[in-house]
């Protein structure tokens, strides 16, 4: 298992943002929903090593992120696209995923032809030479997708990829995360169900910090019988399972 | 090229042919990897051989305060103050090289300043590290960029040895003291704004401080301070000791802050 989270959880003063979450995830595409304030973000945070828990035991790649000497092994396969992708305006796009190479510990020499793979697998070949200002924000998120699998990593955390991408953009996303889903554990947060229901084998949903629901697309799907909020089979199942987990809560 | 088969027509089975032996993706990546290369400087090469890793090196050569607009903006405030200085006798650079280089020291690292700082966080070269490399190098740069205009203005003061002294190099550990305050205020608060507020306001407090005291020394020329007055006051020996006290206790509350997390995570 690549991740395993047991216990988990994490407090900002009286506001438990996770509260219990365990999750043992393996290979594949792992697909995080939930409303707005769920805590999808702050586990990311937590797993990406850049946020501590303030309880329970996390383990990544088999290894205790607790300890400095296993946590910088666990950062160097790590990739992590965070909800606001900060970048310095006056780089190039193949600059920035260069900077975020070196800043993963890869070895020099291999650093450039990294670079060129990460940008080309999102399509920004043609605009490797921009400057980072001079883009829109569909190809920014692209650019902070590049510097995310620069590394070729073993755990890739997405916080919102598909924010800001066109229909077409986001179709590409899906096949390029379910190629690199072959290899690595890719965790994906999003709004969007779609993305889930097309890329993911696998779907958690986080509601008030806790993990209400855990299966594949399909019995998310199945969850949405006679539910009637929804454009779309995976959507009322969506809704279905926040329903019940709103009421149980008010119960 | 005596090779016949350059020259005959390639049909289009053995182009099919040519292009399946071939990953025209893989040569493509090569090229590119070739065309987008950058190619650093001497400087950060030097760098990341003393610091023995190119991300640090490369992490060096980002910080905010140490881009073109930042050292030229320095320079001037210092060139400004030394000019000053010739001109009318007051000693402005050992009165701003402090807060000159507390507002750079404040400005070199941390969320809301550094656009990547989130994601410096998720990265194996530690953030630690990063600030602190960034923090000795703006140290550095201003020392030199302040000793530079003390030394511009030996001139004026060359029949003073004593205020020649202390305004080349007494003003070296307040200016420390004012950076570790910017610092530890800025990694503490976690604002840029906060640490650069912090660093120039103790500084201003200190002066003015010493001003109010030793008023009564003015040289008679309209309530003028008399430079020499007020330099002696601020860079008195008897001073060095807290100045280091207030550097070493703020550089153990910027380690403290920025400790790795062991335990939990």
């Known amino acids: 298992m690549n991740i395993e989270l047991t216990d988990v959880t994490r407090t900002f003063g009286r506001n438990k943002a996770v509260d219990g979450v365990s999750l043992a995830v393996g290979p594949g595409v792992f697909g995080l929903l939930g409303p707005n304030g769920a805590g999808k973000t702050s586990l990311l945070r937590m797993l990406a090593t850049v946020l501590p828990p303030s309880s329970g035991t996390v383990r990544l790649l088999d290894k205790d992120p607790g300890r400095p000497a296993a946590r910088t092994q666990i950062r160097r396969r790590l990739g992590y696209l965070p909800q606001n992708l900060g970048y310095y305006p006056s780089f190039t796009v193949a600059e920035f995923v260069e900077y975020f190479a070196l800043l993963k510990e890869m070895p020099a020499h291999q650093v450039p032809k990294a670079v060129a793979a990460a940008v080309e697998q999102v399509d920004l070949g043609p605009r490797a030479k921009a400057r980072l200002r001079t883009l829109s924000g569909g190809m920014l998120r692209r650019v902070g997708i590049a510097q995310a699998i620069v590394n070729g990593p073993d755990l890739l955390l997405l916080d919102e990829p598909t924010a800001g ?63 009637e909020i929804g454009d779309s089979p995976l959507e009322r199942g969506y809704g279905a399972v926040l329903a019940a987990s709103r009421k149980q809560v008010a119960a | 090229m005596n090779d016949p088969s350059w020259n005959e027509p390639i049909s289009g089975e053995s182009r099919s042919a040519a292009t399946d032996d071939i990953d025209l993706d893989r040569v493509w990546v090569n090229v590119a990897a070739e065309v987008w290369r950058r190619h650093p400087g001497r400087l950060e090469r030097t760098a990341a051989r003393l610091l023995r890793s190119p991300g640090l090196a490369r992490a060096l050569f980002t910080t905010p305060s140490l881009l073109l607009p930042w050292l030229i903006a320095s320079a001037v405030v210092l060139a400004v103050g030394a000019l000053t200085q010739v001109g009318a006798g007051q000693p402005l650079v050992w009165l701003i090289a402090p807060a000159v280089a507390a507002v750079g020291i404040a400005y070199s690292y941390g969320p809301g300043l550094d656009p990547a700082w989130e994601l410096s966080c998720s990265m194996p070269v ?127 509350i910027v380690l403290f802050a920025t400790r790795p997390q062991r335990g939990l995570l």
């Open chain 1, 165 to 227: 991408l066109d229909p077409e953009q986001r179709v590409a996303f899906r096949t390029l995360i379910r190629d690199l889903g072959q290899r690595a554990t890719v965790v994906v947060s999003t709004h969007l169900v779609e993305d889930v229901g097309t890329a993911c084998s696998e779907v958690a949903l986080m509601a008030e910090g806790k993990v209400v629901f855990r299966g594949t697309p399909d019995e998310l799907t199945a969850q949405g019988e006679g539910h």
């Open chain 2, 126 to 252: 530690s953030d630690r590290l990063v600030l602190l490399t960034r923090g000795v190098a703006v140290f550095a740069v201003n020392a030199v960029l302040g000793l530079i205009a003390s030394i511009a203005t030996l001139a004026t003061h060359a029949a003073q040895p004593t205020i020649t002294a202390q305004l080349t190099f007494a003003w070296l550990l307040p200016m420390t003291a004012a950076c570790a305050l910017a610092l530890a205020v800025a990694v503490a608060v976690r604002s840029a704004i906060a640490g650069a507020g912090a660093g120039v306001g103790a500084w201003l407090t200190l002066v003015l401080a010493h001003s109010a005291t030793d008023y009564g020394a003015t040289d008679g020329a309209g309530g003028v301070l008399s430079a020499a007055a007020l330099t002696s006051a601020i860079t008195d020996a008897n001073l060095y000791l807290p100045y280091l006290a207030v550097a070493v206790c703020c550089a153990v």
